[in-house]
């Protein structure tokens, strides 16, 4: 009896955090892990040109995943949006995600950005890479193995590690180069830490503007956020691994949910996402990297320069994380 009045208090706490949303038909449910700022423009876009009108409701990806698995096959979501593939690949894992078949998404998003069977795919581009203090650093840099090593003793900042950009780095890191060195490159990088980790990216780059640290790994779109407040800041993007496997990259993508009663017409919609006027909408709000290949970034992010980017599967930044958050947690790195 206990645990049926436990259950009965869960369901009425989902029910007050998410106001039951019904839908018209036609009409299109979104569950986004994206800001309000960063979709709705989009969402009204898309209103715009075809007529479909789009209810969404927006959390953290985690709460999401929650409430999706809460309401079941009952749920009215068609589409979930959500950042970072190791989120997306949860989703996938726990049976969330309908496979998709079609044409135009398998050609506007290439392999490595998009689950092996179609479960979601991935919308937008953002690198985790280098950044360094341009009056400090010269042509030192190069790598983030590197960054492990002696000469950068005192001088290195990270985010914390309970963060899933961070935890997806490190997964993909095993994918390359299996636990053991994985493991022994972190804790290289505790070693030659300047300060305990930062809560954000934005503290850390601005840590690194302030001298604290000469280098930090960061998302580029945290720095195109900071340098457009700031332009004086003496920090510039280094590209890690051109001459290897190339730099970290991770998505912001979407799926179309299992229970959809709606999936032609979600699948329209994601379609569209992956075009050239939507692709521009999508990544250049955020000052992320169109996904489609064929579509060139904004005139901001341009500016950064080109790079080659890691191209093992995304997949892989789920598949390992707990394998990561378990030897982070070994290495010391909080």
Not at 181 to 187: D, L, P, Y
Not at 258 to 273: D, G, M, R, T
Not at 306 to 314: C, E, H, Q, V
Request: glycine content about 6%.
């Amino acid at each position: 009896m206990k645990n049926i009045y436990i259950l009965f208090i869960l369901i009425g706490i989902i029910s007050i955090t998410y106001p039951t949303i019904t839908k018209a038909s036609g009409e299109l449910v979104i569950y986004s892990a994206r800001n309000e700022q960063l979709i709705k423009p989009i969402f009204d876009e898309y209103t715009k040109n075809t007529g479909v009108n789009i209810k969404f409701t927006t959390d953290k990806a985690g709460p999401l995943l929650q409430k999706l698995m809460a309401e079941g096959k009952n749920s009215p979501a068609d589409i979930l949006l959500t950042v970072d593939a190791g989120n997306l690949w949860h989703a996938a894992n726990e049976g969330l995600l309908d496979n998709v078949n079609s044409e135009i998404l398998n050609k506007n998003i290439p392999a490595h950005l998009r689950d092996s069977a179609n479960r979601w795919f991935g919308l937008s581009v953002r690198s985790r890479t280098i950044m360094y203090n341009e009056n400090n650093i010269k042509d030192e840099l190069s790598s983030y193995e590197d960054l492990a090593s002696d000469k950068w003793k005192g001088k290195l900042c990270l985010r914390t590690s309970k963060k899933v950009y961070n935890q997806s780095l490190i997964a993909m890191m095993i994918s390359e180069h299996g636990i053991e060195k994985t493991e022994n490159i972190v804790k290289g990088w505790m070693s030659n830490l300047a300060t305990p980790p930062f809560s954000n990216d934005t503290k850390m780059i601005e840590a690194v503007a302030a001298g604290q640290c000469d280098v930090g790994i960061a998302n580029t779109y945290y720095y195109g956020r900071l340098i457009k407040k700031k332009p004086e800041l003496p920090v510039k993007i280094f590209w890690a691994n051109q001459d290897s496997s190339g730099v970290h990259v991770n998505v912001s993508g979407a799926g179309i949910v299992k229970s959809s009663n709606n999936k032609e017409e979600a699948v329209k919609f994601i379609e569209w996402l992956s075009s050239t006027k939507a692709q521009n909408l999508f990544a250049d709000i955020n000052m992320e990297y169109p996904a489609n290949p064929n579509i060139k970034p904004s005139d901001i992010v341009s500016t950064w320069g080109d790079f080659k980017s890691n191209n093992i599967n995304l997949s892989k930044a789920g598949e390992l994380q707990v394998e990561a958050v378990k030897l982070m947690d070994r290495a010391g790195y909080k």
